[in-house]
C-alpha cells in the first residue's frame, strides 16, 4: 500500500485572491505556485537536472510533440519512461501537443477527429487525436496529463472563437475517457483540462462549466500569452478564476515574464511553464532584480559585478558579468548554460520568495517592491 | 613564509623509462603523468570548472593566441587574473601563442623580433615576441609558462628545420630573459622551453642542449603530432627523451589519441595536452574501452547500454546510449556537455590507471591490455 496519494492540492495560506500550498504525487510533491522549466526534448535545454532541482524546481515540462516525432512515445516508453531517460525522477507534465501542432508542424487538417499533419523535422505524416494524445502522454510516462484541447488563434472573431472552444470540449470529454481508459494512468497521474474562450467572459464561462462537468484534478487557462498584452491577459484571468473550484490547481499556459508571473499569481494562479528563462538565456537576455539585461552589451566587458547584483545562484556567487560577457560574446557554449543556470534560479527564486510572501500575509507588498525595483531598472531587452 | 615550493617535480616510482610523480606548486600539485585539458577561451568548452576538477583534472591549459586578442591579457589582468576569471584556482599552464598564430591568424610577418600578425576575429595588427609572450602569460597569471617558439611546418626541408630551430632556441634565451625579469614569475611560476628539430636526432641533440644550457623547469618536445604518423612519432621520442635532464617533467605538446598517449607515457612522457577529448566530444565520437564510438549512429537509438561498457563517470553511470544518441541527434546542448565530460572522465581514468601501473610496476602489462582491447573495438572514427 503506497501512502502517498496520487494527486493531493493541498492550499496552506490564501493572501487575497493569492494562495500558497503543495500538490502531493507519487514522485514528489510540487511546491506551489510553481514554475515550471520547459524540458521540450527530454532536456532543459543547455542544463543537467541535477542543475535544474538544485535551482527549486520541482516538477519540469515535456512536450508531447516533439518527443512523438523524436525519439517516438512507444521509444521513450520502451527505454523505461521519460523519467528514467532523461533522469529527472519528479514530476513532469506533458504538454497535450495541441499548441505545437498548430506552431511548428505543416500541412496540417483539422477535423472533429483530430488533427493531422506533417512533421517539421522530416515531413512524414503523423496525426493527433485527444485518444493518441493520452497514449503518448501514458506512453511518456507523464505524471500530470494535459487534455488535448485545439488551441484558438489570436486575433480571432467571437464565433470563431466560440467553434473552437465548443471543439476543446468535446475533446476534453474525449480526453477525460481515453485518459481514465489508459492502463497506467489510473494509478499515478492526474489530468487537467484547458479553459478556452479568448477574450470573452460568456465563452469563458461555457467552457469551465463544461470541464467542471467532466471533472478534472486541475484546470488550466488557454488561450493568453498570445499576444493579447498583459493588461488584457490579468482582465481575462479577473473574470475566469473565479469560475474555477477553488480546490484546484489553476494552470496558466506558457506565462511568461517575471511581472506577468507576479499578477497572475496575485490573482490566484498556481502553476506556471514557459521558455523564457532558458531561451532568453541562450539568447543572451539575463533576468535581474532591475530587469532584464543583455549580457552581450559592450558596456558589461569590464564589470565585475554578478549577473544580478542581489542574487544567490552559483553563477552570481562566482562568475563576473565581465566572465559570462566574454563566453557569450565568444560563442562559448558555457555562456548559454550560465545564463540559462541563472535565469532559472531567478524565475525559482522569484516563486519562492511569492509562496514565503502569501504565507505571511503580505504578497501585495512583496510584489509592489519586487515590480517597483524590476520595472525601474535599465530592460536591455533581447527580440525573441 | 610560504611553506609550498615554486616548482618541485619529484619522481616516486620508474617502470622501465615510465616515471609517476607530482609537481608540487603553489596553486596545487599535479599528478604525473597528467592530462591537461584544453581551456582555450578561458573554458574548457562545455564544461563547468567544477566538472573539470571532478573529472580528476590537476591542470588546464589556456591559449595566449585567443586570449591576448579577445578578452585581452590586460583586461583578464584587470578582473583578478585568469584563474579568478574562469574559476579555476589550480595550476594553469599557458601555451606561448607561437603555434595558434601559425595555425588561425592572417598576413603573418616573421622576423628575427616576432611574428608580426592579423587577428583571425577582427583584422587587428597584433605582434608577439618572446617578450611579449612572456608579458602576455604574467598578466594571465599562468603557473606554468611556455617559452615562444616557431612552429615549424611539416613536412619541411632539413634546413628549413635547423634554421627553424635555432631562431627558436634564440628565443628560447629572449623567453628567459623575459620571464626572470618580469615581476610576478620570479614567485610562483615555472618556464618551460621546447625543443625543435623536426624528425631529426642530430637537430634535437642541438636543440635540447641549448635548452639544457639556459636551464628551464621542464622541458615540451615540440613539432609533433603535425601530422607525421604515430611510429614516427615514437621513433623522435625513442632518441629525444634520453637528451633530457631525467629530474625535469618532460611535456609532448598537443598529443593526443589514447593509445599515443599510453606509447608516449612508456617512452618517458609526463605532461599531456590535446583538444580531442573536448572537440570530438562535441562532434559526437565518445572514447571508450572498446576504441571510439560514433554515438550519431543510428544503432545507438535503442540502445540501453552506457557510453562506455566498464565506465565509472557521471555520465555512464546515469545515461544511456540511446538518450545520449537523441541529445546529439537532435543538437541538444547537453548532448555536447555529456559527451564532453565522459571523454575528459576518460582521458583522466587512463591516465590514473598508467600512474597506478607504474606504481606497480605493471606499465607494460597494463598498456598491453588496454592496447588490445582498445584497439580490437569497433573504432567509429569521425573526422576532425
Known sequence: ?????????????????????????????????????????????????????????????????????????????????????????????????????????????????????????????????????????????????????????????????????????????????????????????????????????????????????????????????????QGLMFEVLDYTLPMLPTDKPRYLMGVGKPDDIVGAVLRGIDMFDCVLPTRSGRNGQAFTCDGPLNIRNAKHKDDTRPLDTVCTCPVCTRYTRAYVHHLVRSGEMLGAMLMTEHNLYFYQILMAGLRQAIAAGCVQDFAAVFLKRYSGGAHEFIAD
Not at 4 to 17: C, M, N
Not at 37 to 43: F, M, N
Not at 54 to 75: C, F, K, Q, W
Not at 152 to 158: E, L, M
Request: hydrophobic fraction near 40%.
Open 1 to 229: 500500500m503506497n501512502l502517498v496519494p496520487r494527486f493531493a492540492f493541498s492550499i496552506a495560506t490564501t493572501d487575497g485572491a493569492a494562495r500558497t500550498g503543495t500538490i502531493a504525487m507519487q514522485r514528489g510533491t510540487i511546491r506551489t505556485p510553481a514554475f515550471m522549466p520547459v524540458g521540450t526534448a527530454a532536456t532543459v535545454k543547455a542544463m543537467r537536472t541535477d542543475e535544474v532541482r538544485a535551482s527549486g524546481a520541482d516538477i519540469v515540462l515535456g512536450n508531447t510533440y516533439h518527443l512523438m516525432l523524436r525519439p517516438t512515445a512507444e521509444r521513450v516508453a520502451a527505454l523505461g519512461g521519460l523519467h528514467h531517460f532523461m533522469q529527472w525522477p519528479h514530476p513532469i507534465l506533458t504538454d497535450s501537443g495541441g499548441y505545437q501542432v498548430m506552431s511548428l508542424s505543416s500541412l496540417r487538417k483539422l477535423t472533429e477527429e483530430g488533427v493531422a499533419f506533417a512533421s517539421h523535422l522530416d515531413g512524414s505524416r503523423h496525426m493527433i487525436t485527444p485518444e493518441r494524445s493520452m497514449e503518448i502522454q501514458r506512453l511518456l510516462g507523464s505524471d500530470i496529463v494535459m487534455a488535448f484541447d485545439e488551441c484558438t488563434p489570436y486575433p480571432c472573431s467571437k464565433a470563431e472563437t466560440e467553434t473552437s472552444m465548443q471543439l476543446s470540449m468535446r475533446w476534453a470529454v474525449r480526453s477525460r475517457q481515453g485518459f481514465d481508459s489508459g492502463r497506467d494512468h489510473a494509478g499515478r497521474s492526474a489530468l487537467f483540462g484547458i479553459v478556452q474562450g479568448g477574450m470573452h467572459a460568456d465563452l469563458r464561462q461555457q467552457s469551465a462549466s463544461a470541464l467542471i462537468d467532466v471533472g478534472f484534478d486541475g484546470y488550466a487557462v488557454g488561450g493568453l500569452a498570445v499576444g493579447e498584452g
